[in-house]
């Protein structure tokens, strides 16, 4: 298995494997701006989403810790952030948050700017493509996985992904972890079930607090509206499928967590510090798990996924990998990693893993993912409910 | 060759099915164990490797995944109709 990868050296000693300039909203209502700036800029991505306005306590802090996490990646070279002028999630205070990972970043606002959007425009463009030309001079070397951050996501998944493709990528986590990189499990709403593995799993009795709160949390505040979260799963599909109680439907979830010991438990888009496997308080819905991955630094996203699905992150590159022989032959175009073969032919979980760590490399050292190559770039920011019942 | 079901751990005592299997085939786990399957398994249902008495446990991934409520012949389907979450009555006794 090869142990280096060619990335982009960042200050503070983080490394990206892509070279991308960010266009940022801070707020929804200059959402057009930053598309126009980002079509204009090479290697540009626009980071559009509904939010930025409205907003209060835990979830306003949420959504600013999610913004800057992005421009904060090691991915993306530079941030330009485009706000409007009166929003409460301020662009000025996003660059300063951004600002703390000593990368290029510049911000404007709409209403500032004799012109408005059509002046802000062009002068985004301007400043953009001046970014992009200093990120070309920069030259790849080679790091050891020490420098990455994977994020291990699963999403459309069926009875397969749990016996074929997640356990695979259980074994490429380890040996992220045993190099010395960091891996992310997230979706902690498909933890229920393997609580108890988890916490003997958890080092030190912080991190196996913090994986029992957020589930008991989640389970007592979900009751008070009459939901019984323990109670829908596994779900008449799952069960269809031959996926007979909680706890199977789970593991097959945390195999991708493979067997490294858990440094501990993330906030939704809070950046690791120390080495290891963690897990991260993040919702089920792929593209708000992937982005939350993103912004916590994660440089690649390993995703699962059984029925297939073509999603991508603007910000890392997803691999995806699936274990249903039909999905990946009707599905192919979205499909990087065929680990149905488990099943067609004599291959073993092992096998599948030592492809997946191949294309992993390649696709840290530049190789473009079926998400890239297509222009998937899903962006979309979990909210901790403002308003947690219902209003009429 | 296609492969017809997966054993996810050396302690498991189910097996998943990658394709139907009809009731009395005869199944190859090792070289020197032979099950006689005494239900049609649907695609990615489980079925025991071994005798298993209600109360016991069932294991997948190395891992419990139940706790028998009907008591399980070797080759016998696993499902819902013989064995049942273990998850909750372990929540509640905490």
């Known amino acids: 298995m090869s142990e280096e990868f060619m990335g982009y050296e960042r200050p503070k000693g983080k490394v990206g494997i892509r070279n991308k300039i960010a266009i940022l909203s801070s707020v929804s209502c200059v959402n057009h701006v930053t598309e126009e700036i980002a079509k204009k800029v090479e290697n540009a991505v626009a980071l559009t989403h509904p939010l930025g306005c409205g907003q209060f306590g835990p979830d306003f802090l949420n959504?600013?810790?999610?913004?800057?996490?992005?421009?904060?990646?090691?991915?993306?070279?530079?941030?330009?952030?485009?706000?409007?002028?009166?929003?409460?999630?301020?662009?000025?205070?996003?660059?300063?948050?951004?600002?703390?990972?000593?990368?290029?970043?510049?911000?404007?606002?709409?209403?500032?700017?004799k012109g408005g959007g059509i002046a802000l425009i062009e002068k985004g463009i301007k400043v953009g493509r001046k970014m992009a030309s200093e990120a070309n001079e920069l030259k790849k070397e080679s790091f050891d996985f020490s420098h990455l951050i994977l994020g291990l996501e699963c999403g459309g998944s069926d009875s397969i992904s749990g016996i074929t493709a997640n356990p695979a990528v259980g074994i490429v986590s380890d040996k992220v972890v045993e190099l010395g990189g960091i891996s992310i499990l997230p979706e902690f709403t498909e933890w229920i079930g393997t609580e108890h593995l988890l916490i003997d799993r958890a080092i030190g009795q912080k991190a196996k607090r913090d994986i029992k709160s957020p589930l008991k949390k989640l389970i007592e505040n979900t009751m008070k509206v009459g939901i019984d979260f323990r109670g829908?799963?596994?779900?008449?599909?799952?069960?269809?499928?031959?996926?007979?109680?909680?706890?199977?439907?789970?593991?097959?979830?945390?195999?991708?967590?493979?067997?490294?010991?858990?440094?501990?438990?993330?906030?939704?888009?809070?950046?690791?510090?120390?080495?290891?496997?963690?897990?991260?308080?993040?919702?089920?819905?792929?593209?708000?798990?992937?982005?939350?991955?993103?912004?916590?630094?994660?440089?690649?996203?390993?995703?699962?996924?059984?029925?297939?699905?073509?999603?991508g992150n603007p910000v890392a590159p997803v691999i995806k990998t699936c274990g249903n022989p039909h999905s990946c032959d009707w599905l192919s175009c979205h499909i990087d990693v065929d680990a149905s073969t488990i099943i067609t032919e004599e291959k073993s979980i092992e096998d599948i893993a030592e492809i997946m760590w191949k294309e992993l490399v390649e696709v840290l050292n530049g190789k473009k993912t079926k998400a890239e190559e297509l222009g998937f770039q899903d962006l979309a920011i979990w909210r901790y409910l403002a308003f947690p019942f219902p209003m009429n | 060759m296609k492969k017809r079901f997966i054993v996810m751990n050396s302690e498991d005592n189910c097996a998943t099915s990658l394709e139907v299997i009809l009731k009395d085939e005869e199944i190859k786990i090792k070289e020197d164990k032979i099950i006689k399957i005494s239900h049609n398994i649907p695609f990615g249902h489980k079925f025991a490797l071994t005798d298993i008495n209600t109360g016991e446990l069932i294991k997948k991934y190395g891992q419990i995944i139940g706790i028998v409520t009907e008591d399980i012949k070797k080759g016998d389907w696993i499902h819902t109709h013989n064995i049942k979450s273990h998850y909750l009555e372990r929540v509640a006794n905490e």
Not at chain 1, 242 to 271: C, D, M, R
Not at chain 1, 272 to 297: F, H
């Open chain 1, 63 to 113: 959504v600013q810790r999610t913004l800057a996490g992005l421009g904060k990646n090691p991915n993306i070279y530079g941030t330009i952030i485009v706000g409007l002028g009166c929003e409460n999630l301020k662009s000025e205070d996003l660059a300063k948050n951004i600002g703390r990972a000593k990368k290029p970043v510049e911000f404007f606002n709409v209403q500032d700017f």
């Open chain 1, 232 to 311: 829908v799963q596994p779900t008449p599909g799952n069960i269809e499928g031959g996926l007979t109680t909680i706890e199977e439907k789970s593991l097959g979830t945390i195999a991708k967590a493979g067997k490294a010991p858990i440094i501990g438990v993330l906030k939704y888009s809070q950046q690791p510090k120390r080495k290891g496997l963690w897990l991260m308080v993040e919702p089920g819905n792929d593209i708000e798990s992937m982005t939350g991955l993103a912004a916590a630094g994660a440089q690649a996203i390993i995703m699962t996924t059984g029925r297939g699905s073509p999603t």
